[in-house]
């Protein structure tokens, strides 16, 4: 078989002989399938439609042994990508979306280890086997998982099986979407009288997620508790009311689009009160530009968090808040800072952004705004709180440089760390990559 030899490069592993078998098969089918199918009668080819469509399905159940079996054995930590979900993207180019997906049906319908490494019961154990059977397919299960986590807690066990049943029964006559509506009334049916779900199931269930669009722009999901979402709907409501113009021209902006404006306007208060994050620098925002970028209003900024923002966007943001004008010199030594000095930390926490990006400390990514200002030489000890003497630390790498062996000295105006011998017997002095790397322009 062709595909043996380079497989076994790829995957560094050799597939078993019970899936050799399989492909052999398959392939043996591939070769024909093509040329039959003009030739089966009506029926026929919908019978072959129907069989295929099983097998997919018990295949893709398959995951279902296969991940908790990654897990038992903790390969995704073991290999570097810390979780299942990860793994899945980086070995098989999923989407993020899909991997958590069958992720998640393998957690739910799937065998699962116990603390103490023994073998428990799936959670849906009716989904799970209806699965593996090709009798439902993998958004059924996705499906089935979702609406049944929205069974409040406190159903008995019993019930609660009996529920997974009459879903389990929906799934093989209906399309996942019915099984979801299926459900909703099945859950109502348990709760007539449509009390609250309990603050525990409202708490396991509440998650807000963002993620970046290719275009720049942002989009997320979001549940939260109905203390957080009354508050939440308290600030909006408020800030989102129709603006007619002066001349009383209706408020062209569509609901949806002021709900998104008052969000704005209610992270740029935030932002503008500075009490956000306690302890850290009084800096929320942080953006970075070129004086030629400044001068010529194009091209784009970097926050500290590595986004990219069009430079007029960043001038607009700019003029809300402190303008952060420090100059670096090609190595990234900060040559002068602050014209607005009404502030000294403040401006020093700019000037120290600008040539530490974030926590200093070598190969961490901590970004500015988590960071705290560290004495070089400490303050007791006649340290002098100037930009020559500090350093951005995050608050673990500050707390736990010193017990584990680093010092941190500076060298004509950039911060360096020496590791311990047991790194290092040489003790040669390292920098953070960003602080390494020479800025552009
Ligand atoms: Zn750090």
Redesign the pocket.
């Known amino acids: 078989m062709t595909g043996t030899v380079e497989r076994e490069r790829l995957w560094g592993g050799v597939t078993s002989a019970e899936l050799g078998n399989a492909v052999a098969a398959v392939e043996n089918y591939l070769a024909g399938a093509a040329g039959c199918f003009a030739s089966l009668p009506d029926a026929d080819l919908i019978a072959e439609l129907h069989e295929l469509e099983i097998l997919r399905r018990r295949l893709a159940a398959l995951d279902h042994l296969l991940l908790p079996e990654l897990g038992r054995r903790n390969l995704a930590v073991d290999l570097g990508y810390g979780t299942i979900p990860r793994l899945l993207q980086a070995a098989l180019r999923l989407s993020p979306r899909q991997a958590a997906a069958r992720t998640r049906a393998a957690d739910t319908v799937g065998p699962r280890t116990g603390l103490t490494g023994e073998a428990l019961p799936p959670v849906l154990p009716a989904v799970g086997a209806a699965a593996a059977a090709g009798e439902i397919s993998g958004e059924h299960v996705d499906a089935l998982c979702r609406v049944l986590d929205e069974v409040p807690s406190d159903v008995p066990v019993d019930d609660f099986a009996r529920v997974e049943q009459v879903l389990t029964e929906a799934a093989r006559s209906l399309p996942p979407k019915g099984v979801a509506d299926v459900g909703r009334r099945l859950i109502a049916y348990l709760d007539p009288d449509g009390r609250a779900p309990s603050e525990d199931d409202q708490r396991r269930h509440r998650g807000l997620s963002i993620t970046e669009r290719p275009d720049g722009s942002v989009e997320g999901l979001f549940r939260l508790t109905g203390s957080a979402g009354a508050k939440l709907i308290a600030v909006l409501d408020a800030q989102s009311a129709p603006r007619p113009a002066a001349d009383g021209a209706a408020d062209p902006r569509t609901y949806r689009q002021r709900m998104a404006d008052a969000l704005e306007d209610v992270c740029d208060l935030a932002l503008r009160t500075g009490q956000i994050v306690a302890g850290g620098p009084s800096v929320q925002l942080i953006i970075t530009m070129t004086a030629e970028q400044v001068k010529s209003g194009r091209g784009h900024a970097q926050t500290s968090r590595g986004q990219l923002l069009g430079v007029q966007d960043a001038l607009l943001l700019a003029h809300e808040s402190d303008v952060l004008d420090s100059i670096v010199n090609a190595r990234g030594v900060v040559l002068d800072f602050g014209r607005q000095r009404r502030c000294a930390s403040r401006s020093q926490t700019l000037a120290l952004h600008s040539r530490d990006k974030g926590?200093s400390?070598p190969g961490?990514t901590?970004p500015t705004e988590w960071c705290q200002r560290h004495h070089v030489l400490a303050w007791v000890e006649g340290g002098r709180t100037d930009l020559e003497n500090l350093t951005l630390?995050?608050s673990?790498?500050h707390r736990e440089f010193r017990q584990r062996g680093w010092e941190c000295v500076m060298r004509e105006g950039l911060p360096w760390w020496i590791p311990p011998a047991h790194i290092d017997p040489a003790r040669r002095p390292r920098q953070n990559q960003r602080i390494a790397q020479v800025p552009e322009g």
Do not use: A, L, N, P
Request: with cysteine; net charge positive; hydrophobic share 25%.
């Open positions: 926590c400390f961490c901590k630390v995050c673990q790498h």
